[in-house]
């Protein structure tokens, strides 16, 4: 283990998306720029709640630990109002330090969200390249009365958000990866900004899965190169090798991690040698090793999910731009290649490429052997259509004599056309994800019974059909396909089977299939749903309203003048409400004018000695 010295090395590579026949959701990203990393962090009072185990704390360590020295990052802060407590600098050991003393700022709760300030905010300040914005957030948009009639001014500022802002955003270079830290998150909103500004999206409820997740997108933004590490924690390194970097993910009260060389030297973060960087945080431990020695190396102690091993040397694994969003139906082309330093080494033998779909569970999805091509070196072929949604992991790997490499990247999958049911039509209505899917080249077909019901167009890219009436005690299932002319070439998949009874009551066997377009309207119509009508006796009338005092008080208590504005807003209308609180105070009071009026008279009854 002699000779170890560690070089920082900053890895940049093209980020674009691309889909199999499909539109990029935003311009390419060209080698020379160097993306600039912005972190968006909500602080509103609801993360108090939601994220007790500080997980945003958490991430900003794992940030601090992976971006390359040189990139360019910076930390805002939202809730009403955006403060920027790490202005856009230089990532280095000033940089570090202070990225490392924000977790107060992190705890400065306010109240309301305000996303659509804090996006527009974050993205303004000047750039050389790319802006990448990482948004965490609790919540959905919640802005403050004074600006508007409520759930108004919300949905207006959403709608912004998705239509103009997510826009303006793709075609100037900005991307959105967003990560949602509760399922009362507007998920489909953060589904929707990424998807069209060619970021991921995750929901994160754990601080397995906000690491996992957050890892995901600084590796997309800095790709790396990596080498397996088995089911037994072994990896093997090749005489190539000038660096590697060994990420292990454990939990905060588990034991030592120990790394076991080729030779069988063991190592702890107290015995490491001179020359190896070892950091230890209570979730992650992160291992530099420069100039190690070839061979099979082992990782002992607790080894969790998602832990990785990359590596720098002279070869790199290359690939087309890989995509963020697949959609179900569609297969992925993709082309992966070798490079040296050198130019033109030669390759090692017997190489190899094959690319696999992973889901969350790391059960593999889909997966195809790509083919070599005329120019030296470089594979082709096309991942067959995924088949389910939700998040998942493209893994490129290289393999050949005494050599592997690999390469992952997250993505999310989404349906190409969405489907869900309104029971108050009894309709169901469809709407395209894919961005090239229209009404003029897109045809649904629905199967009842052995007979075609008409799916009408009623959009460019949204379709209804009217489910047809069923005699009692009968359930028949609908099959519903999908065909699409794109390019030449036609592509046929398969949505959801509808399972339908005499009471219009719709079971979509796949509860995934809805899509983030119909998501956010069916969460706008829950937001903007008219609260039921309150009990029409005024003695119970009376009793409830003064039930919600406590509601009242309490949040006056937490969240100080601003929380007892906003809850005296939601019950503006409620006279007999404040009759009870002015009651109340005139007891209060009363209560106090009384014991005065006891000191001052300087009678006080004594106790009884026994």
């Known amino acids: 283990?002699?000779?170890?010295?560690?070089?920082?090395?900053?890895?940049?590579?093209?980020?674009?998306?691309?889909?199999?026949?499909?539109?990029?959701?935003?311009?390419?990203?060209?080698?020379?720029?160097?993306?600039?990393?912005?972190?968006?962090?909500?602080?509103?009072?609801?993360?108090?709640?939601?994220?007790?185990?500080?997980?945003?704390?958490?991430a900003m360590e794992l940030l601090v630990s992976v971006l390359p020295s040189g990139a360019r990052a910076g930390v805002w802060t939202f809730g009403e109002t955006i403060d920027n407590p790490l202005p856009l600098g230089e990532v280095s050991a000033t940089w570090r330090d202070r990225a490392l003393a924000l977790p107060p700022a992190l705890r400065d709760y306010q109240q309301y969200t305000d996303i659509e300030a804090a996006l527009a905010q974050a993205a303004d300040a000047e750039a050389n390249g790319w802006r990448h914005l990482i948004l965490m957030t609790d919540g959905v948009v919640d802005l403050p009365p004074a600006r508007g009639s409520k759930p108004a001014i919300d949905e207006t500022s959403r709608q912004r958000l998705v239509d103009d802002m997510a826009r303006r955003f793709a075609n100037h270079g900005v991307v959105v990866h967003a990560i949602a830290f509760s399922d009362e998150a507007d998920l489909a909103l953060v589904e929707q900004l990424a998807q069209r500004t060619g970021g991921l999206a995750a929901l994160a409820q754990s601080p397995e899965q906000l690491l996992g997740a957050f890892l995901d997108i600084v590796e997309r933004i800095f790709p790396a190169d990596q080498v397996p590490l088995d089911d037994d924690n072994r990896f093997v390194v090749d005489d190539s090798v000038d660096n590697l970097s060994a990420l292990i993910f454990h939990g905060p009260d588990e034991g030592p991690v120990t790394l076991v060389a080729p030779d069988g030297s063991r190592y702890t973060a107290e015995t490491a040698p001179e020359g190896v960087r070892w950091q230890v945080e209570p979730r992650f431990d992160l291992i530099r090793v420069p100039q190690p020695v070839a061979g099979e190396w082992r990782i002992e102690g607790p080894v969790g999910a998602k832990s990785r091993i990359s590596v720098t040397s002279p070869w790199r694994l290359r690939t087309s731009a890989l995509p963020?969003?697949?959609?179900?139906?569609?297969?992925?082309?993709?082309?992966?290649?070798?490079?040296?330093?050198e130019g033109s080494a030669e390759m090692p033998a017997n190489l190899r490429f094959s690319v696999t779909l992973t889901g969350e569970d790391d059960r593999p999805l889909a997966e195809v052997q790509l083919d070599p091509t005329q120019r030296d070196g470089h594979f082709q072929g096309a991942l067959p259509a995924p088949e389910q949604t939700g998040n998942a992991r493209l893994l490129i790997r290289a393999r050949a004599d005494g050599f592997e490499r690999q390469r992952g990247q997250a993505v999310n999958i989404l349906p190409s056309i969405g489907v869900a049911h309104e029971a108050d039509t009894g309709q169901l209505v469809f709407a395209a994800e894919h961005p090239r899917l229209n009404r003029t080249n897109t045809r649904i077909r629905a199967d009842f019974q052995g007979r075609q019901l008409d799916v009408e167009a009623v959009g460019e890219t949204r379709w209804r059909l009217t489910l047809p009436e069923l005699e009692e005690d009968v359930s028949q299932p609908l099959r519903l396909t999908a065909s699409a002319e794109l390019d030449g070439e036609t592509h046929e998949w398969r949505l959801p089977t509808v399972t339908l009874n005499a009471d219009s009551v719709v079971g979509i066997d796949r509860l995934d299939m809805a899509g983030p377009t119909l998501s956010a309207e069916r969460f706008a119509d829950e937001e903007t749903a008219p609260t039921p009508e309150p009990p029409t006796n005024p003695a119970d009338r009376f009793v409830d309203w003064v039930n919600a005092l406590p509601e009242l008080l309490q949040q006056g208590w937490q969240a100080g003048?601003?929380?007892?504005?906003?809850?005296?807003?939601?019950?503006?209308?409620?006279?007999?409400?404040w009759i009870a609180v002015a009651a109340l105070m005139l007891i209060v009071l009363a209560g106090v004018g009384w014991r005065r009026r006891r000191r001052a008279s300087g009678t006080t009854r004594k106790e009884p000695h026994v």
């Open 561 to 577: 003048w601003p929380g007892v504005e906003r809850a005296a807003a939601r019950h503006a209308k409620e006279p007999r409400l």
């Open 1 to 58: 283990m002699a000779g170890f010295g560690c070089r920082k090395v900053l890895s940049v590579v093209a980020l674009a998306v691309l889909l199999c026949l499909s539109v990029p959701a935003a311009v390419a990203q060209v080698p020379e720029q160097e993306p600039d990393v912005r972190v968006v962090v909500d602080v509103s009072g609801s993360m108090k709640r939601n994220d007790p185990d500080q997980l945003a704390a958490s």
């Open 324 to 341: 963020t969003t697949l959609y179900r139906g569609f297969p992925v082309p993709l082309e992966a290649w070798l490079s040296h330093a």
